[in-house]
């Protein structure tokens, strides 16, 4: 299973843009880049995923480097409301790529101030 | 949107008895679900993934005797936690997926269940 690695902690003023970085170095070619977040005693929330490609949501942009072995998540005008632990996490691939299950790692902890 | 619906929220037990939790797809029929187990300060730990009509798969060193997962139907996954100790005291968390929908939703989580046996 390909492992993740992230900065345990971070800062971030509000309104600024979080670049949060993960390492998956071990990444292979079919697997997927999931970012999550939780906030304190809840589920996990989606965010966004991505393959190869640079992705963007509502929510968020992902950058994936070209060698796939780092991604980076940016929350382009982050709030006091995203101060979350941010989850990267590379999908297990199922059986015919199909279902598959997300390990999680020990993830970042945001947190955005005033 | 493609949500989850956990329940309890909250349980306290007495040590000894078994305690039932709930996680239902609400507005698709889940592929898969997944089962995850999280302490305080610490990430979520996979427990076990469980398919519709068939077994649940567990993680190494998760007792499937203890915790018994049942996938009855494409919305509904129940994890009992049987003869309960106050070690299995948690916060417990679903997950489902539909492999057509998680190009757009990812994989869903329910809210969670906190789980204090007494």
């Known amino acids: 299973d390909a492992k993740t690695t992230q900065p345990p902690s971070m800062d971030c003023a509000e309104g600024r843009a979080a670049n949060l970085p993960c390492n998956h170095s071990?990444?292979?070619?079919?697997?997927?880049v999931y970012w999550y977040r939780q906030i304190h005693s809840q589920g996990p929330q989606y965010i966004i995923h991505?393959?190869?490609n640079n992705e963007t949501n509502e929510m968020a942009s992902l950058i994936i480097t070209e060698d796939r072995k780092s991604s980076t998540l940016i929350l382009p005008h982050a709030t006091l409301r995203d101060t979350a632990v941010y989850y990267c996490?590379?999908?297990?691939?199922?059986?015919?790529?199909?279902?598959?299950?997300?390990?999680f790692g020990q993830g970042t902890e945001l947190s955005v101030k005033p | 949107g493609a949500v989850v619906s956990q329940h309890p929220s909250r349980v306290i037990c007495k040590s000894g008895t078994s305690v039932k939790i709930e996680c239902r797809s609400l507005?698709?029929?889940?592929?898969?679900m997944f089962w995850y187990r999280q302490f305080p300060k610490q990430s979520l730990m996979l427990m076990a993934t469980?398919?519709?009509?068939?077994?649940?798969?567990?993680e190494q060193g998760v007792e499937k005797d203890k915790f018994l997962i049942n996938h009855a139907s494409l919305t509904l996954s129940t994890l009992t936690v049987t003869s309960a100790h106050p070690e299995d005291s948690s916060f417990y968390i679903c997950?489902?997926?539909?492999?057509?929908?998680?190009?757009?939703?990812?994989?869903?989580f329910g809210s969670g269940t906190r789980l204090t046996v007494v």
């Open positions: 997950s489902a997926s539909k492999d057509s929908l998680r190009g757009l939703y990812g994989y869903t």
């Open positions: 071990t990444i292979s070619g079919n697997e997927y």
């Open positions: 991505g393959l190869k």
């Open positions: 996490i590379v999908r297990v691939a199922g059986v015919y790529n199909q279902g598959g299950k997300l390990i």
């Open positions: 507005d698709f029929q889940a592929t898969t």
């Open positions: 469980s398919n519709e009509g068939s077994k649940a798969t567990y």
